[in-house]
């Protein structure tokens, strides 16, 4: 009995968007720290086409084809796949379009607003993830 | 001269329509169409939310507001009708305890 | 998947602003010195800041792509500022050159300021930063709870 199958795509989905935006995290931060820097250009990670990508390649999948047992009730699955799980963003340059005199190309105020957009995303999946694991827990337990 | 009854006129028949006949039937059919379409229904409303999930993940869709909405909605209607089949195992339980 | 390089290098950007703030600092006291031990009037210092990757072998490895663009501040050096003092009409003064004029350092205090302000905003931005990081580290120990 495959037992990750009570894991759906979308946990799998959340772990991964969750892992990105930590990785995101890591470029932002860098970009901050180094905003009088001369010379250096901002860098971001792009996912989210990848993602997009990843979940359509795999949309019509459907878990049972016919249920086991008659009495049994057909239930369908909700798409994407483990094309989901080799997506890692690629990381791309940000540049300011006036950059400074000394050749740094960051403007913070950019580089603030992608941090608090990252971390809400990033707080966002976590509590999803969350409510599948109660949910799951609930459906195990039988009652809440 | 043609005397139809007081239903026909109001229109009351297409509001309710007959149920008599599920009703003669036996009730276990009808419970268990019931549960079926809970079930089916639940789980569209999962999957619905599943999707709305993958859209804000990806960045399709940016309204937080309703995927967290629609989050909540999946997880209290699975919790209701997990509380349903509790309660009608209850009421089945009980019922086989009866004395004859 | 680690927080602990991104508050790394968050921090590395705290030590040099804050290097930097103590340059400024050095430069608008002395804004009037004319004699300092290497003698001629204070020369305005300044910091010059470099990216350096991050070393951390075990990060790259593991993360590829992201952990080679990652990039901590350091100092590299403290430059002395090569423009020619300014030169103050002031014939009574001990230090003043045969035609009275007197080097006073090349420190002008308006821009001092103005690098003062973004030293201390770069700074919250990195404070922030390390904040966000943490609190991002402190949620990820909520799943499952």
């Given at each position: 009995?495959?037992i990750?199958g009570i894991?759906?795509n979308?946990?799998?989905?959340l772990?991964k968007s969750?892992?990105?935006r930590?990785k995101?995290?890591?470029?932002i931060?860098?970009?901050v720290?180094n905003?009088?820097?001369p ?11 990848e993602?997009?990508?990843a979940?359509?390649?795999r ?11 008659a009495?049994h009730?057909p239930?369908?699955?909700a ?5 989901v ?17 000394d050749?740094n190309?960051v403007?913070?105020?950019?580089e ?10 990033f ?16 459906a195990i337990r039988?009652?809440? | ?9 109001i229109?009351m ?9 599920v ?13 079926s379409?809970?079930v089916?229904?639940?789980n ?8 709305s999930?993958q ?8 309204n937080?507001h309703?995927?967290m ?12 009708m997990s509380?349903?089949r ?5 009421a089945?339980?009980?019922v086989?305890r009866m004395?004859? | 998947?680690d927080?602990?390089?991104s ?13 930097r703030?103590?340059l ?8 009037n010195?004319t ?12 910091a ?9 072998s075990?990060?790259?490895v ?8 990652v ?6 050096e403290?430059?002395?500022?090569q ?14 050159n ?6 006073m350092?090349?420190?002008?205090v ?7 302000i973004?030293a ?9 930063a390390v ?9 990820t ?5």
């Amino acid at each position: 009995m495959q037992i990750e199958g009570i894991f759906s795509n979308t946990v799998e989905l959340l772990g991964k968007s969750i892992d990105l935006r930590a990785k995101n995290q890591n470029l932002i931060a860098s970009n901050v720290a180094n905003a009088e820097t001369p010379n250096f250009v901002p860098k971001s990670l792009d996912f989210e086409q990848e993602l997009q990508g990843a979940l359509k390649s795999r949309q019509s999948g459907q878990r049972h084809s016919s249920p086991p047992n008659a009495r049994h009730i057909p239930i369908r699955g909700a798409g994407g796949g483990s094309a989901v799980k080799s997506v890692s963003g690629t990381v791309i340059e940000t540049p300011a379009k006036t950059p400074g005199k000394d050749g740094n190309a960051v403007e913070i105020e950019n580089e603030m607003g992608r941090m608090a957009e990252n971390q809400i995303m990033f707080n966002a999946s976590v509590q999803m993830l969350n409510k599948k694991f109660e949910g799951l827990r609930a459906a195990i337990r039988g009652t809440l | 001269m043609v005397i139809s009854g007081i239903e026909s006129g109001i229109g009351m028949a297409k509001a309710f329509p007959e149920t008599n006949k599920v009703s003669a039937s036996s009730t276990a059919d009808g419970a268990g169409k019931f549960f079926s379409e809970l079930v089916s229904k639940v789980n569209d409303i999962q999957v619905q939310s599943d999707k709305s999930i993958q859209g804000l993940a990806s960045g399709e869709n940016k309204n937080l507001h309703e995927v967290m909405i629609e989050v909540e909605k999946a997880s209290i209607s699975f919790q209701f009708m997990s509380q349903v089949r509790n309660k009608a195992l209850e009421a089945y339980q009980e019922v086989m305890r009866m004395q004859v | 998947m680690d927080f602990f390089s991104s508050m790394n290098v968050s921090s590395s950007a705290l030590s040099a602003e804050r290097t930097r703030m103590n340059l400024i600092s050095s430069n608008l006291a002395n804004a009037n010195a004319t004699r300092t031990p290497e003698g001629g009037p204070y020369k305005r210092k300044d910091a010059v800041f470099a990216a350096t990757p991050v070393e951390n072998s075990f990060n790259r490895v593991l993360d590829g792509a992201t952990a080679k663009q990652v990039r901590k501040v350091d100092v590299s050096e403290i430059v002395e500022d090569q423009n020619p003092p300014r030169l103050q009409y002031d014939p009574g003064h001990p230090d003043a050159n045969p035609q009275g004029y007197v080097a006073m350092p090349n420190v002008n205090v308006v821009e001092e300021m103005t690098d003062m302000i973004s030293a201390s905003r770069s700074y919250e931005a990195n404070v922030t930063a390390v904040q966000a990081a943490k609190a991002m580290a402190m949620k990820t120990l909520e799943i499952g709870k």
